[in-house]
């Protein structure tokens, strides 16, 4: 009898499975037949010793820790020559560190295919990047100005703290009918990485704010006419996004509406949850100035779901394996 050649899995280790990140991360790989997910138990998840021993097994590990936490398993996945998918802001500007970003340009899938390590992007400044650097690489808009990002984000994007805080009745958060802005006294993590991948050589003003729903995500980046090299019209901008992004199985461009007027449930930006995709809008302004808007799930896109993305490229899967269609 011929026996069936065994089909060798890799292996998977969510470091930090228990958080808003990897929870979903695991949901969208545990049924999967082309990887095996190592598991610690419950009592072992803070375990020193039992972590460093599952980095060590698996072929790529996934960090959803904190910063700090990050970077101590970074190292202990360097010397156990183990890969490394960072989903948390500790390595997202490391001149040493693949930018997890798939369709930040051409080269960037072989790139992220190759690394040993790589850093999940933000989700207000991947989908922030994603709309602005085809601007600036077509050369319609210098580096050098100052633009400002207005962002809202279900209460998930702050961790288990901030569900917490959200979902208890006694803070009367749950019963909010309007946005919070935050971070206005700091400058935001994300800000880096939103510089250094568009090439502004500007600070962005960013202007984050979180919703009373668990997730979801829009973000806005309005855009003054006088900004622009020979005042490209809202269609022309919306042809070039539409031409760049063709093909990419994530990433959808709405078709421009010109100046018809926009419904109040076009921009929902629940509109996206549970799938990874991000949608684009242009919307022109007959003053000749320009709003991009990205919508999207911030578990989805913004952070679980592109993650999924890399696992496969690193391993040399499809892409688009595990991942909601």
């Known amino acids: 009898m011929i026996e069936s050649p065994t089909v060798l899995r ?45 980095i060590s097994l698996a072929d790529l590990t996934i960090l959803c820790l904190p910063d700090a936490a ?70 319609l808009m210098p580096t050098d100005v100052p633009i400002s990002i207005h962002a809202l984000s279900g ?28 971070a206005l006294g700091w400058v935001h993590k994300h800000i880096p990485e939103m ?43 919306w042809t070039l996004l539409n031409q760049r992004y063709a093909g990419e199985p994530f990433i959808q461009v709405a078709p421009f509406a010109g100046f018809e007027a926009v419904s109040e449930n076009d921009l929902d930006p629940t509109g996206f949850n549970g799938s990874n995709q991000l949608q684009i809008h242009v919307f022109p302004n007959p003053a000749g100035h320009i709003l991009l808007v990205g919508l999207l799930d911030n578990l989805g896109k913004g952070a679980s779901g592109v993650a999924v993305q890399c696992l496969n490229l690193m391993l040399g899967l499809p892409e688009e394996a595990g991942l909601p269609v």
Not at 22 to 34: K, M, N
């Open 70 to 139: 990050a970077g101590e398993a970074a190292v202990w996945a360097q010397n156990a020559g183990t890969r490394v998918l960072d989903a948390s802001t500790c390595h997202r500007v490391a001149d040493d560190w693949t930018y997890g970003l798939p369709e930040l340009c051409e080269e960037q899938r072989a790139r992220i295919g190759s690394a040993d390590r790589v850093s999940n992007p933000g989700c207000y400044s991947s989908t922030f990047i994603l709309l602005l650097r085809p601007l600036i690489d077509a050369g």
């Open 10 to 54: 890799s292996k998977i280790f969510i470091d930090g499975q228990a958080g808003t990140t990897g929870l979903r991360i695991r949901q969208w790989t545990q049924h999967r037949s082309d990887i095996e997910l190592l598991t610690l138990a419950e009592n072992d998840r803070r375990s020193v010793t039992a972590r460093q021993e599952a």
């Open 195 to 237: 510089q250094r991948y568009t090439g502004l050589t500007v600070q962005p003003q960013f202007l984050p704010a979180v919703g009373p729903f668990h997730s979801g995500m829009r973000v806005q980046v309005p855009l003054h006419e006088s900004i622009f090299y020979n005042r490209p019209d809202g269609e022309e901008i």
């Open 155 to 182: 209460y998930s994007g702050g961790g288990k703290s901030l569900i917490e805080r959200w979902e208890n009745h006694d803070n009367e958060l749950a019963d909010l009918q309007y946005e919070a802005p935050y």
